[in-house]
């Protein structure tokens, strides 16, 4: 299976809100409520900060939400701030041979 | 606290073998399915397969590109789980991360979704 398509690349200010999109297929994010996100600063694991398409676990910032539009899932940060600047990977569950499919990735800078 | 230690990364030939394990302790290890993802450098994610618990059935599951090369396994004796990497090949070549959906609060987020990661370990194939 193909991966997700994010944007490589997205930017904003402190205190402005940014949007990160990750499209799939009417197989994985069309499909299923599945949709999960993570955080990754250089050097480091992936931190979990949505589930569920929506989900938040205990401990994530309510600056982070999700959602889900067909075949698109989006992940959105308000309140930027300077430590929310890390890559970012959506995934999601196929049901096919290959269980999970993560996203590129996208590069968040902030400004 | 759920915790993964990785071990077992290193420097190969293509077509060695490898092995790599992962110690997990903090939650009760018999009813955990877990995961192992790659990620090569400077690239993303990507999942090679899980196990699920005995009491599923043990079995574990795949991605295409580490299919029938790969073999994951578990001892739950010992709190561990295991890659077992056959047939190596360049594009193999990445830090993989032992990975679960429980979380330290006791919650489980499901077979898709990945709480706790290990802190990895590089496995790197090169002639």
């Known amino acids: 299976q193909s991966a997700l398509t994010q944007p490589a690349s997205v930017s904003g200010s402190p205190g402005q809100s940014i949007t990160i999109s990750c499209t799939g297929s009417?197989?994985?994010?069309?499909?299923?409520?599945?949709v999960s996100w993570y955080q990754q600063h250089p050097g480091k694991a992936p931190k979990f900060i949505i589930y569920e398409v929506t989900k938040r676990p205990s401990g994530v910032s309510n600056r982070f939400s999700g959602s889900k539009s067909g075949n698109t899932a989006s992940l959105t940060i308000s309140g930027l701030q300077a430590q929310d600047e890390a890559d970012y990977y959506c995934s999601s569950y196929t049901g096919r041979n290959t269980l999970v499919i993560f996203g590129g990735g996208t590069k968040l800078t902030v400004l | 606290e759920v915790q993964l230690v990785e071990s077992g990364g290193g420097l190969v030939k293509p077509g060695e073998s490898l092995r790599l394990s992962c110690a997990v302790s903090g939650f009760t290890f018999n009813n955990a399915w877990l995961t192992w993802v790659r990620q090569a450098a400077g690239k993303g994610l990507e999942w090679v397969g899980r196990?699920?618990?005995?009491?599923?059935?043990?079995?574990?599951d795949y991605a295409t590109p580490v299919k029938d090369r790969f073999v994951i396994s578990r001892d739950d004796s010992n709190n561990m789980v295991y890659l077992q990497m056959n047939s190596l090949k360049t594009e193999d070549t990445a830090i993989y991360y032992c990975t679960t959906g429980y979380s330290n609060d006791g919650v489980y987020h499901g077979d898709d979704a990945f709480d706790v990661w290990g802190q990895g370990t590089m496995v790197t194939v090169s002639s």
């Open positions: 009417s197989s994985d994010i069309g499909r299923y409520n599945y």
């Open positions: 196990i699920k618990s005995k009491a599923s059935g043990g079995t574990a």
